[in-house]
């Protein structure tokens, strides 16, 4: 099977074509510090399999997606990769979901553990991702009136426990397990019931600070907020701040979630030509820095770095343009980033936060790999 994960140079009829010529100093220079993070993760993996935390295997799962993500990995599967998916399948539930039951989160695991069974290209674990599949598509919240998206949180997909409601970041990640898993299961009798993607859709606008195209009272059109994200309909993991143009409480639009959600419209097959995700990109490329997670300071940062390198990819971005006219080659700046910031034990770690748990070496590490893969392809 084809490596689903990484096949993004012809999804949503788009590709990158690097910058011209190869760099293949660059490229070289990339998967040195790939496969040096690698090796960490290899190091650290827990005689039972798992990595950081036995309560959630996403975090297992994430370092088996960065292990596949690698350009050169071996033409064989290790043992040690085979024994991390071992640890996964021992928490799938027989209503499909891929957690631990008394930990919660179902949705964020399953999603993730999803991905990794997927990136594998091993056909055994097609029945489980089928059933993995099926759950997280039931997991889609109708508030109103069912069949109608009649409630700004219609449409989205939480944790599972955490929230009565979804969120912008759970709803991406069930979304692209979802979108990368369909061929799979379009054979099988789950191939019938399929996610809501309009009311998907509506979720995600109604995330995002466009009085164009989500009415709620709590949008801003400020400069700062305009085009940019939240966590969920009337909740910014940033906070408020009085707009500057309005001069009214707004909530705040961030980085990391605002990649999130133009990730999200691209699993929902919206182009770069539509409003919503020019307005998305007018603001990210506002914003951009690698100095912080925008809004958040050093919370989430490479969770930050993670998205932006996915979501340019995706919408086929080689340079990115700032409001300023100055074109910038993320790509270059992202990659050298990442690879000043590992650790002479070839990890990564985000020193200063803690949030979001990246403070776990394994997890921001798998971050960073998957990133650097990404711009490595793109060289």
């Known amino acids: 099977m084809k490596n689903q994960f990484f096949a993004v140079l012809t999804l949503f009829g788009l590709h990158f074509s690097g910058l011209g010529q190869t760099d293949i100093s660059f490229q070289n220079e990339l998967q040195r510090s790939i496969d040096r993070g690698i090796d960490s993760l290899k190091k650290t993996q827990t005689p039972e399999g798992y990595w950081t935390n036995p309560d959630h295997p996403a975090v297992t799962a994430i370092v088996l997606l960065a292990y596949y993500g690698n350009p050169k990995k071996p033409k064989k599967t290790p043992d040690w990769i085979k024994k991390g998916h071992h640890y996964i399948l021992q928490h799938a539930q027989p209503n499909g979901s891929i957690y631990v039951p008394e930990k919660g989160l179902a949705n964020y695991n399953t999603s993730l553990s999803l991905m990794a069974m997927l990136a594998s ?12 599949r099926k759950y997280l598509i039931g997991q889609q919240w109708d508030l109103g009136i069912k069949g109608k998206t009649d409630h700004p949180l219609d449409g989205g997909v939480g944790y599972g426990n955490r929230y009565p409601h979804g969120d912008l970041n759970n709803t991406l990640m069930a979304l692209e397990a979802i979108y990368y898993s369909k061929n799979l299961a379009k054979d099988s009798p789950e191939s019938k019931t399929d996610l809501n993607w309009k009311a998907a859709i509506s979720f995600i606008q109604n995330c995002q600070n466009l009085k164009s195209h989500n009415k709620q009272p709590w949008v801003s059109d400020d400069p700062e907020n305009k085009g940019g994200m939240i966590y969920f309909p009337g909740n910014s993991q940033a906070g408020e701040a009085k707009g500057s143009k309005s001069g009214r409480t707004a909530l705040r639009s961030y980085g990391s979630i605002s990649y999130a959600g133009m990730l999200s419209y691209a699993y929902a097959d919206l182009k ?28 989430g940062l490479f969770y930050y770095y993670f998205l932006m390198t996915k979501a340019l990819t995706i919408y086929g971005t080689d340079m990115l343009e700032l409001p300023n006219g100055k074109k910038v080659d993320w790509r270059k700046e992202v990659g050298l980033k990442l690879i000043g910031l590992q650790g002479q034990d070839g990890s990564w770690i985000n020193e200063a936060s803690s949030r979001w748990w990246e403070n776990e070496k394994p997890l921001v590490s798998a971050y960073s790999i998957i990133a650097l893969s990404y711009i490595h392809r793109g060289q």
């Open 272 to 299: 770069q030509d539509d409003p919503r995700v020019a307005a998305v990109r007018k603001w990210l490329a506002t914003n951009y820095t690698l100095e912080e997670n925008p809004g958040m300071d050093a919370q």
């Open 121 to 132: 290209g091993d056909r055994k674990f097609n029945p489980v991702i089928i059933k993995a």
